[in-house]
């Protein structure tokens, strides 16, 4: 009859309450079932699968007539059964969890959408690996700088599962803070991988369990390095390529962490790797990186990535690369499509791997954008600084802005000449934004502090900061 029908995969399907199959799932024990008259089955075990005292599913077993019941014997090894199958299921259960957890976080730290920057057309895409394989550690980023400048980032967390997506919004973060300090791209890689080896230290540090008392040597215990070996032991290395790229100048400065080379292609010429001293992954130390500036034409295109779209365990990292070279260098298209196109074009099914890609189009500002001066160190200097800022925004027809870059500009110039050494360089930037600078040939950065109510100054760049 119809209730003779097993229930679809997937479907719901319920016991009465009062059933062998419902009260072994509440009970958690083994119930036997009554065989039918009628059928060929002779008896059957309802047998609950239980994991860590939680009941995740039931299994039965059956024998036809003529065979022997049930004994003892074979409600004890149904029971081993269905616990081992329990126990699978459960971690299967738990992994998919992790998975998704992982996936969750790593996507939330990513930037949402396709970044804006000055001078740039930027499209992002990133592949997550199949759900056979635990999720890595890939992440792009494109942080804006001061002047227009912006910086472009890919890394991969070595490692995969929660640990090294957690490892990357740390890693992700750290770039971010270093990066407001406006240091120069070897800089940022430089205090990154200390930052990364504090990652695999307790607390972040390498402090160790001492003697007792105060002074003196602290020798750490047996416990102690044991604990630091395990600690160690899960350390995740990272790669990463930071490059700074200025639309006054067209010009880019590369700084790489043991990643994969860069690819440009400019207009009417074949795609080539940017030849950047790879130098050690994040997190082992040692020698300092070099740095790579490259001036790019109008229209190139800047292509950054992580080995999962060059590598997979049948393609060989040298063919992968030849392949990469090979669709850059096709027809001029849209952004997004080339993005699109590259991922279709390139084998990048297999799964082994995530794949993060970056593709930014050079659009350097023109020209008549920019506003550049330099200026002498004299007190006259602060008026003139003034009127070339008026004269500048008035051609743009910036009217409205006058009066404030004025003031920004009278009080940037006037904190040169009585902070600063050398010439005064004043330039204005027009794009999305207007952008004013003032430099001197100082080496400390200027810095905020806050005034006393007494103080006649010191409120400068806190009112410039408003």
Known sequence: GPDDVPPALGSVHRFPFGSPCAVALRSGRVEDVPGDEMGFVQSTLAVPMVAHDTVVGLVQFSRTKGSEPFGERDRALA??????????????????????????????????????????????????GNTAT???????????????????????????????????????????????????????????????????????????????????????????????????????????????????????????????????????????????????????????????????????????????????????????????????TGPQMELEDACDFVLSTLDTRHGEDDIALLMARIQGLPAEAVGDWTLPREPRSVGRARELARTQLLAWDLDDLVDTTELLVSELVTNALRYGEGEIRLRLLRDRTLVCEVWDAGLVQPRRRRARDTDEGGRGLQLVGL
């Open 134 to 328: 635990e999720v890595g550690g890939d992440w792009f980023d494109v942080i804006e700088l001061p002047g227009h400048r912006t910086a472009l980032v890919v890394g991969d967390v070595m490692g995969r599962g929660l640990r090294a997506a957690v490892a990357m919004g740390e890693l992700r973060t750290a770039v971010r803070t270093l990066a407001l300090l406006d240091l120069e791209p070897a800089e940022v890689l430089s205090a990154l991988d200390e930052v990364a080896r504090g990652l695999g230290s307790p607390g972040g540090g390498e402090r160790s369990e001492g003697l007792g008392g105060s002074g003196g040597a602290q020798w750490p215990s047996r416990a102690a390095q044991k604990s630091r070996e395990a600690d160690l032991s899960e350390v995740y290395l990272a790669t990463c390529v930071y490059a700074v790229y200025d639309p006054v100048t067209r010009r880019c400065t590369f700084a790489n962490a043991g990643h994969m080379p860069p690819a440009v292609v400019e207009p009417g010429r074949p795609a080539r790797l940017i030849d950047v001293p790879p130098g050690m992954p994040l997190g082992v130390g040692g020698e300092p990186f070099e740095e790579v500036e490259v001036e790019l034409a109008e229209n190139a295109l800047l292509t950054l990535y992580t080995d999962g779209l060059v590598e997979s365990r049948d393609q060989p990292l040298d063919e992968g690369l030849a392949a990469l070279r090979s669709v850059l």
């Open 79 to 128: 029971t081993e059964l269905a616990a081992r199958a329990a126990v699978c299921i459960d971690n299967g259960r738990l992994y998919r969890r992790e998975h998704e957890r992982a996936l969750i976080l790593q996507r939330s730290l990513l930037p949402p959408g396709d970044p804006e920057a000055a001078g740039l057309d930027i499209a992002c895409r990133y592949l997550p």
